[in-house]
């Protein structure tokens, strides 16, 4: 982060916090937490929107006691732990995460209060792992949750609602190897002809467009479990040619950043990210924008943005489209539906990007999308809560949780207005 105490990753969010603290211990936090008026959990700053604003007390969790335990199939980790610290410790123990977002830096907390995913046909967002929750309430209470209570899954993405998260329970699965192959030249066409074809092509996919009818990035992260999993790839996938050298999502940027491609296996947490953990992520200043169609839309969606990609390309550096599984939690985008998620990197100039993502959601009215809830987005607040049956059992949580409304921010009065 840039600067905890006054903006978030991008720079985009000024934080209106009157104060910003970063507690050592849980106790302090339960104290500070029960003294402010209003406060909210910031975890490693990368939301592009204003969901970790508050006007209070702003609390940084990354100071709070570094936990990791490891249990016979889960973990117990302090909320302010990045993955690829956390992916670290598992490995060597000959334990994985089933899935992992693009960039090993964010906290888990934060990544699961909004919905974080990686993609997979068969992979649930990153939230779905989650099996325990402890959380500091408005009152200053450490309180615990876990799978198999009532309301549970209104916990999870929470949006930072409810609570602090100091502990999160994570579930595990054996370490597995990944190869990571990338091929180039996917065209438009077979994009939309093969889409549900490419997108089950592998344990996680995701194809990086700029919308040129010729010339996208399949991205094939194959899990390599058994003999003959490692053996010679084809040269040619779905029309689009087997890479020879490694690739950034970005063409024509440096791929040093990128994890490890050419189809080299290697542990799960080298290569479902994008990124490497060692390094500064991305392409630099940015912006992200990303909505969540159902899966059955796919083909069409694709197909209207590829007719607005002049319009979009000016403030595009790359876009990324992937699939997330459906799950139960009540305010997961992939609520009860399988969908496809498709993502923009932007430049970093908010003049230049807001046009553009005028532009998308014009283009996706249709197929009624709804965004990330960590990324900019423009859709009105109505058309935002529409896509979430639960919302109202979600605010009745949210109001036992936080009668006084310590955790409501102006983001929230937007997107998910009190009763
Ligand atoms: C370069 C980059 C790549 C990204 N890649 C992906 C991707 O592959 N997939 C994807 O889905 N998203 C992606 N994102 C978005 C990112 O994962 C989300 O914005 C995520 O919320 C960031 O986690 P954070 O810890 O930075 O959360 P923050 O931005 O710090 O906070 C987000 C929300 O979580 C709440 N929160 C944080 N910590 C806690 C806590 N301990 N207890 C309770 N609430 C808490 C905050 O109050 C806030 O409401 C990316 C972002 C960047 C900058």
Request: hydrophobic share 45%.
């Amino acid at each position: 982060m840039r600067d905890a105490a006054a903006a978030n990753w991008a720079g985009n969010v000024r934080f209106g916090a009157a104060r910003v603290v970063a507690p050592e211990s849980v106790g302090e936090l339960q104290e500070i937490v029960a003294g402010s008026r209003k406060a909210r959990a910031l975890g490693t700053g990368h939301s592009f929107s204003r969901i970790a604003d508050t006007d209070g007390t702003l609390i940084a969790t990354a100071r709070l006691p570094r936990r990791i335990q490891i249990d016979d199939g889960s973990v117990t980790v302090s909320g302010g732990i990045r993955y690829g610290d956390l992916a670290r410790e598992l490995a060597p123990n000959g334990w994985a995460l089933r899935n992992l977002g693009s960039l090993p830096h964010i906290s888990v907390a934060g990544a699961c209060a909004t919905g974080t995913h990686g993609s997979g046909d068969r992979n649930g967002s990153l939230a779905t792992s989650v099996a325990a929750l402890e959380l500091v309430t408005a009152s200053g209470e450490l309180v615990s949750v876990r799978r198999g209570d009532e309301d549970f899954d209104g916990h999870v993405i929470a949006l930072g609602a409810l609570g602090v998260t100091v502990a999160v329970t994570l579930d595990l699965v054996p370490g597995f190897q990944v190869r990571q192959l990338v091929y180039e030249g996917l065209t438009r066409d077979t994009l939309l002809e093969s889409v549900q074809e490419i997108f089950a092509a592998s344990y996680s996919v995701s194809v990086f467009t700029g919308w040129d009818p010729e010339s996208s990035q399949l991205w094939l992260k194959q899990r390599v479990d058994g003999p003959g999993d490692d053996g010679e790839p084809p040269a040619e996938r779905f029309g689009a040619r087997l890479a020879t050298r490694p690739l950034h999502p970005v063409p024509g940027i440096d791929p040093t950043h990128t994890t490890q491609q050419l189809g080299v296996p290697g542990p799960w947490h080298e290569r479902l990210p994008h990124f490497r953990l060692d390094f500064t992520p991305s392409a630099g200043d940015e912006l992200q924008t990303e909505y969540f169609v159902a899966r059955e839309h796919a083909a069409a969606a694709i197909e209207a943005l590829f007719a607005i990609g002049a319009v979009v390309r000016p403030a595009l550096q790359i876009s990324e489209i992937r699939t997330v599984a459906a799950d139960a939690l009540w305010l997961s985008p992939a609520y009860r539906r399988d969908v496809m998620a498709l993502h923009f990197t932007w430049i970093s100039a908010e003049g230049t990007v807001m046009p553009a993502v005028a532009a998308v959601e014009r283009a996706l009215a249709p197929f009624d999308p709804v965004p990330h809830w960590g990324k900019v987005f423009a859709l009105p607040p109505a058309a935002v809560r529409a896509g979430y049956p639960r919302a109202a059992e979600f605010l009745a949580l949210a109001a036992r949780r936080d009668p006084e409304a310590v955790f409501r921010n102006q983001y929230l009065d937007a997107y998910l207005p009190a009763a």
